[in-house]
T-cell receptor, first 114, second 112 residues
Framework: KAGVTQTPRYLIKTRGQQVTLSCSPI?????VSWYQQTPGQGLQFLFE???????NKGNFPGRFSGRQFSNSRSEMNVSTLELGDSALYLC?????????????FGAGSRLTVL | GENVEQHPSTLSVQEGDSAVIKCTYS??????FPWYKQELGKGPQLIID?????GEKKDQRIAVTLNKTAKHFSLHITETQPEDSAVYFC???????????FGTGTRLQVFP
């Protein structure tokens, strides 16, 4: 059974650009959540999607957005990139997103903003 | 607000010794407490979890204890091995959500 797949694994952007990251959950999983990991702030929750609806959002500016498709795949977008957006972006999926199921994380997309 | 404190930030032990990592959470509505292990270049991997209706859970060399009254939970690793070396994160979440509040992580080093 394939795990959570995130693409791209590595990318470099410059300030002011925008970026889109993709996440394919484990087959059958309907909930996808996103986290930002940095050395200074640790692991911080970005947003959570279930059945194409955003159910929860963390304390990030509006430049961070996401969506989920009918096949449960998810994308997150960061516009007008800043140096501080350099981070490992992690996607996690679970069966029902009810808090009763285990979250499985992908390997992450490492974004470097120059 | 929601917060999870984790200690220590680094922990060095000799192979075969035990390691203990402690976490404290602030949200009294939290009812799910997973522990993740993250190795270099990989995403966090769940190693054990506990729910608020249970006080202790064990899986081979790993155990987790939960004190709801004190809002503390701890990870215990016995008979440590070099492959246990990694960063460990505790987390807490409420019912009906996948939103995890993570601790700041503990870098565990097991020396042969």
């Amino acid at each position: 059974k394939a795990g959570v797949t995130q693409t791209p694994r590595y990318l470099i952007k410059t300030r002011g650009q925008q970026v889109t990251l993709s996440c394919s959950p484990i087959s059958g999983h309907r909930s996808v959540s996103w986290y930002q990991q940095t050395p200074g702030q640790g692991l911080q929750f970005l947003f959570e999607y279930f059945s194409e609806t955003q159910r929860n959002k963390g304390n990030f500016p509006g430049r961070f957005s996401g969506r989920q498709f009918s096949n449960s795949r998810s994308e997150m977008n960061v516009s007008t990139l800043e140096l501080g957006d350099s981070a490992l972006y992690l996607c996690a999926s679970s069966l029902m997103g009810s808090g009763a199921n285990v979250l499985t994380f992908g390997a992450g997309s490492r974004l470097t903003v120059l | 607000g929601e917060n999870v404190e984790q200690h220590p930030s680094t922990l060095s032990v000799q192979e075969g010794d035990s390691a203990v990592i402690k976490c404290t959470y602030s949200d009294s509505a939290s009812n799910y407490f997973p522990w993740y292990k993250q190795e270099l270049g990989k995403g966090p991997q769940l190693i054990i979890d506990i729910r608020s209706n249970v006080g202790e859970k064990k899986d081979q060399r790993i155990a987790v204890t939960l004190n709801k009254t004190a809002k503390h939970f701890s990870l215990h690793i016995t008979e440590t091995q070099p492959e246990d070396s990694a960063v460990y994160f505790c987390a807490a979440s409420r019912r009906d959500t996948d939103k995890l509040i993570f601790g700041t992580g503990t870098r565990l080093q097991v020396f042969p």
